[in-house]
């Protein structure tokens, strides 16, 4: 089963990605700050990191160049969201390879499709019982 940590110090964030991730088949952790997100990260080895860029206790920058410098996560796909950010830290952010950033309030249907594409996982959601199913490409 694919791991996705989310990280993000909104409670309705993460258990609003936690349910829409899990009904896909994956396995969803979650961190309530940086602190907690930088441990599970180095601990759990996800497959991808989604995170909101303001983070307390340890800063996201903090927690891209741990994940750059650790070998087991350096190739880990990271989703970065943050409600707004300035041009300077988006410059700043992008040395470290981040494969997507979204604007808060994110596109559910959009964050889904970077997920499964980066993932490769195909999605397909069953009309008739109305439940979401993913499988490896």
Do not use: H, Q
């Not at 309705?12 to 896909?24: A, N, P, Q, V, W």
């Not at 741990?66 to 880990?76: L, Q």
């Not at 700043?92 to 996982?121: C, T, W």
């Amino acid at each position: 089963m694919l791991k996705v940590l989310v990280i993000d110090e909104s409670e309705l964030i993460r258990s609003y990605l936690k349910k829409k991730l899990s009904t896909y088949g994956l396995e969803v952790i979650v961190a309530l700050n940086g602190f907690d997100g930088m441990i599970k990260m180095k601990n759990s080895l996800p497959d991808l990191i989604i995170m909101d860029y303001y983070l307390s206790r340890v800063s996201s920058l903090e927690i891209l160049k741990e994940k750059k410098a650790n070998p087991n996560t350096t190739n880990t796909p990271l989703i970065m969201a943050t409600s707004k950010i300035d041009k300077t830290k988006l410059l700043e952010i992008a040395r470290y390879n981040v494969s997507k950033f979204f604007a808060k309030p994110i596109k559910m249907d959009a964050l889904i499709e970077a997920v499964a594409s980066i993932l490769g996982m195909e999605l397909k959601i069953d009309s008739k019982i109305g439940r979401a199913s993913c499988r490896e490409r």
